[in-house]
C-alpha cells in the first residue's frame, strides 16, 4: 500500500498525555515529560483545553511558550491543522497570536482564521474585568479580548531554547535546519536510524519524497553509499509522494 500523507494530528490524546506532553517541550506542569513530543500536536490540543474547555493555566502556559519559541514553530503544519480546526475559539487564539507575532510572516495565513467581531476570552464578565484592568497588551487589536491579568506571562513558566535544545531532540534539529518536516525527520532518523522513509513521513507528517530523501542523506553522513540501497527503491516505488 501506498503512502498517504496526513496532517492533522492522528488521535485525540487524554489529559495525562496532554499533559506530559506540554512538559515535553518546556511548559512546566508537574509531571513526567513525554520525550520529543510533537510540538504542533502539542501547541493544538493545549489551545484546544485553554479555549474550549477554558483551562487558563494551560493558556498561560502556551501564550508566554509561543512568545518565546515561535520562531521554531513549524508554521506550515500549524497554519493546515488550525485552518480545519471546528472550534472558532481555538481559531480565534490562534488569529490573535498570529498578530501579536507579526513580525514572523510565516504567521501571517493564520490572521484570517477568525472573521467577524472580537471574541472575548472569558465567557462572562469580560466586560467589567476589561474596565478594571484594562486589555492584556499582547492581545490589543487582535481577534481576542483579554483582560489584564487574566493570563499570567511569566518567563519562568517555560524552559528556555537553550534548555529545550538539551531536552527535544527535534526542537535541536529545528534550530540548526529551520523549522521544517526535514529537521523533524533528522530527529526521528537519530532516534531510530532503522525507520523505513514510510515510517520517518508519518512521524513527522511529512511527504514521502523528503523523507526519503533524509534518510539518503543521513546514511552519507553515518558512511553510507551515495547509491539508493535496494530496499529504499522499492519503497520509493511504492510510495505515493505528496508535497
Given at each position: 500500500m501506498g503512502y498517504k500523507r496526513t496532517i492533522l494530528p492522528r488521535q485525540r490524546p487524554d489529559h495525562?498525555?496532554?499533559?506530559?506532553?506540554?512538559v515535553g517541550i518546556g511548559m512546566r506542569f508537574n509531571a513526567d515529560p513525554l520525550p520529543n513530543a510533537n510540538i504542533e500536536d502539542?501547541?493544538?490540543?493545549?489551545?484546544?483545553?485553554?479555549?474550549?474547555?477554558?483551562d487558563l493555566r494551560v493558556l498561560s502556559m502556551l501564550v508566554t511558550w509561543f512568545g518565546?519559541?515561535?520562531?521554531?514553530v513549524n508554521a506550515d503544519r500549524m497554519v493546515r491543522i488550525v485552518r480545519e480546526h471546528r472550534s472558532p475559539r481555538v481559531r480565534a487564539?490562534?488569529?490573535?497570536?498570529?498578530?501579536?507575532?507579526?513580525?514572523?510572516?510565516?504567521?501571517s495565513r493564520l490572521t484570517p482564521s477568525h472573521q467577524g467581531p472580537r471574541l472575548d476570552l472569558l465567557r462572562?464578565?469580560?466586560?467589567f474585568q476589561l474596565r478594571r484592568r484594562g486589555e492584556d497588551e499582547r492581545f490589543e487589536g487582535t481577534p481576542l479580548r483579554v483582560p489584564?491579568?487574566?493570563l499570567r506571562?511569566?518567563?519562568?513558566?517555560?524552559?528556555?531554547?537553550?534548555?529545550?535544545?538539551?531536552?527535544?531532540l527535534a526542537f535541536r534539529h529545528r534550530v540548526m535546519m529551520g523549522p521544517t518536516y526535514r529537521a523533524d525527520m533528522w530527529a526521528a532518523l537519530e532516534q531510530d536510524?532503522?525507520?523505513?522513509?514510510?515510517?520517518?513521513?508519518?512521524?513527522?507528517y511529512g511527504s514521502f519524497a523528503t523523507a526519503w530523501q533524509v534518510r539518503r542523506d543521513f546514511g552519507l553522513v553515518r558512511g553510507g553509499s551515495v547509491s539508493c540501497p535496494q530496499h529504499l527503491q522499492g519503497e520509493l516505488r511504492r510510495a505515493q509522494p505528496l508535497h
Open positions: 495525562e498525555w496532554l499533559t506530559r506532553a506540554m502539542t501547541l493544538l490540543f493545549a489551545s484546544e483545553a485553554g479555549m474550549v474547555s477554558d518565546n519559541h515561535a520562531s521554531w487564539l490562534w488569529s490573535a497570536l498570529a498578530s501579536w507575532q507579526a513580525r514572523d510572516r510565516r504567521f462572562a464578565g469580560a466586560d489584564a491579568g487574566v506571562d511569566r518567563a519562568a513558566d517555560v524552559a528556555s531554547p537553550a534548555e529545550l535544545c538539551q531536552r527535544h536510524p532503522n525507520l523505513t522513509a514510510a515510517e520517518i513521513a508519518r512521524r513527522a
